[in-house]
């Protein structure tokens, strides 16, 4: 949620620069942009409501730049509310990741001073305006970043010191170390076009950028840190959209390489993770989302190949759940962007217990990534797309494998996850795509939607459903098969869209069984399955891969939520309300 990208430098568009950078943070989810620069003896900000990926400014030329994508927490979605903030004399502009949770009381404190938005954000650019005089801009920021509740970034432009300042607690900042110019953003993607020398922004410190020179300080006793330099040798994959309408169907193209990928060449990082767990005194799977589901999807799998138990909770709700880790306990978080902060602050919390803590992320130098003692990259590739798919299939290829490699070998795992990517080929052709679209078609003529799934296919099922109405808004529900006869039933009526999952597995007999149920009640059935059945009114085939399944199966139902959402002339690649990582509680 929310995208930052501020540049100070020798060069004169830094407005232009800094637009360039947020837009290659769009994909984090916002509702308005802005950008501030300063010019003459006040701070220009130019900001807007929505769409910025064909934006354009005509803020002057600048050698320093603040930007800002914001998802509205405090305060409706409008200009007012979009960042930058300025104080009240316009000297100086601030940006902001994060809730200040006790923000009323700080504005309270405030008095004579003139509020433009209803924005918690602005609290802290005023608090700024009356400290700065007494304090100067570094000391300012530490003062009120100390007092201010909740896990939150600000960064903000000084016009008479004409420096960046940051700090950090909980909302990522990657600083870019380059040759008279340096970069600061809430994601390293969007530096690295200008250069690879990076300083990962830890938290409770701050950091002050000028043209030459980056100071990093601890944000609690203003100590001077020295700067911990990384230079990365990461590519910058291609992340165009090519001969695709958009990134979703572009990613859900992507799969297949990706599996093989990983199929192919992660047996040795899969087998020292695999050696951490048996080492390990109870083993916990967290993460939320889509991460969550194929954390879920791993419980049963570990359940299933490794005859182990290991025990899962969505990260949110992990905190509560704590009580009982011990340090000879291993957490296996998972997380696309590595910065969902319903999983850092509680893995946080363990790992101040002492516990190992293992991650499975798409992201190179993310929080989770840099604090994990193992990890494994998923190797996905760009994810520009709100919702995940090709990380997600990525996260159960992995979870497939190390469930094998904790049964004595990941050979098979390799070669049902092979036979999965060449299925998964075969339902990316013209042909399977057109009997999607047929049934995406049916389902956008209706409002509720159906999902069951059992054993390995129950989390299938609340994927399928959290993928359909993420970027379609077709009310859709996942549930286990067997829970229909416990209240679900009673919402089925004539033509009600209902979607199996029916894989040729132990649990095939009794998810038909629940199919008959259905169709008695007059539900349209959608067969996800190898195998068709006259209870379908609609077959999607899928290949028959045995405990690969929830990788092949996940297919047809991001197609189906692709479909029907450009069907009804949504937006699949930015749904509303929704962010790539999210950093706010």
Same mark, same amino acid.
């Given at each position: %949620? ?92 601030? $940006? ?23 924005? #918690? ?42 420096? $960046? ?6 909302? /990522? ?74 990134? %979703? ?6 799969? *297949? ?21 048996? #080492? ?90 840099? %604090? ?28 497939? %494998? ?127 399955? /190898? ?11 899928? *290949? ?26 949504? #937006? ?14």
């Amino acid at each position: %949620m929310c995208g930052i990208f501020s540049y100070v430098g020798r060069r004169n568009d830094a407005a232009e620069i800094t637009l360039t950078g947020l837009k290659a943070l769009e994909y984090r989810g916002y509702d308005s942009w802005g950008v501030a620069v300063p010019a003459g003896d006040k701070m220009l900000v130019d900001k807007h409501v929505g769409k910025i990926s064909v934006a354009q400014t005509s803020l002057p030329n600048s050698h320093i730049a603040i930007g800002h994508t914001r998802w509205a927490t405090h305060g409706g979605v409008t200009d007012e509310n979009a960042h930058p903030h300025l104080d009240c004399h316009s000297s100086l502009s601030l $940006i902001h990741n994060g809730i200040v949770e006790n923000y009323q009381e700080l504005k309270d404190e405030l008095k004579g001073h003139h509020f433009l938005s209803q924005t #918690d954000t602005e609290v802290i650019a005023h608090h700024l305006e009356s400290s700065i005089p007494e304090k100067g801009a570094r000391e300012a920021l530490r003062s009120i970043f100390n007092r201010s509740n909740g896990l939150n970034a600000f960064v903000f432009l000084d016009k008479s010191e004409q420096k $960046i300042i940051a700090a950090k607690n909980g909302s /990522p900042i990657v600083l870019g170390v380059g040759d008279g110019e340096n970069f600061l953003a809430s994601d390293s993607a969007a530096i690295l076009p200008y250069t690879n020398r990076l300083i990962f922004l830890d938290d409770g410190q701050l950091a002050e950028l000028t043209p030459d020179s980056v100071h990093i300080f601890d944000a609690h006793t203003g100590q001077e840190l020295k700067p911990q330099i990384t230079e990365v040798d990461w590519k910058v994959e291609d992340d165009s959209l090519g001969s695709y309408d958009h990134y %979703m169907i572009k990613e859900i193209s992507e799969q *297949p390489r990706v599996i093989r990928s990983i199929a192919t060449t992660y047996a040795p990082q899969i087998e020292k993770l695999a050696s951490l767990i048996r #080492d390990s005194y109870g083993t916990y799977f967290i993460g939320c989302g889509t991460a969550g589901n194929a954390a879920l999807t791993g419980s049963y799998l570990f359940s299933h190949i490794a005859k182990r138990h290991v025990n899962f909770a969505p990260g949110s709700e992990f905190n509560y759940l704590e009580d009982f880790l011990k340090p000879e306990s291993l957490i296996i978080a998972l997380s696309q962007s590595g910065e969902t902060i319903d999983v850092i602050e509680p893995v946080t919390a363990a790992k101040r217990k002492g516990v190992k803590l293992a991650s499975i992320t798409n992201n190179l130098g993310s929080t989770l990534y840099r %604090m994990s003692d193992a990890k494994i990259l998923l190797g996905a590739g760009p994810e520009r797309c709100v919702c995940s798919t090709k990380a997600y299939t990525a996260k159960l290829a992995i979870l497939t %494998m190390l469930a094998y490699a904790l049964n004595g070998g990941v050979g098979e795992a390799e070669e049902i996850l092979l036979t999965a990517a060449a299925g998964i080929e075969k339902m990316l052709t013209e042909n399977y795509l057109n009997q999607v679209k047929e049934v995406a078609n049916y389902l956008t003529q209706k409002d509720h939607l159906y999902i069951i799934g059992r054993g390995l296919s129950y989390p299938s099922a609340l994927e399928a459903a959290l993928k359909i109405k993420e970027v379609s808004y077709i009310h859709a529900e996942g549930f286990a098969g067997g829970e229909l006869k416990h209240g679900v039933i009673a919402l089925i009526e004539p033509g009600t869209p209902c979607i199996v999952f029916a894989p040729n597995d132990e649990t095939y007999d009794a998810i038909i069984s629940n199919a008959a149920e259905l169709k008695a009640r007059g539900a349209y059935i959608i067969g996800i399955s /190898p195998r068709t059945h006259s209870l379908f009114d609609a077959h999607l085939a899928t *290949p028959d891969v045995g405990n690969a399944s929830p990788v092949a199966s996940a297919v047809p139902a991001q197609l189906l939520g692709y479909f029907a959402a450009t069907t009804l002339g949504h #937006d699949p690649d930015k749904p509303r309300n929704l962010a790539k990582s999210v950093t706010v509680k």
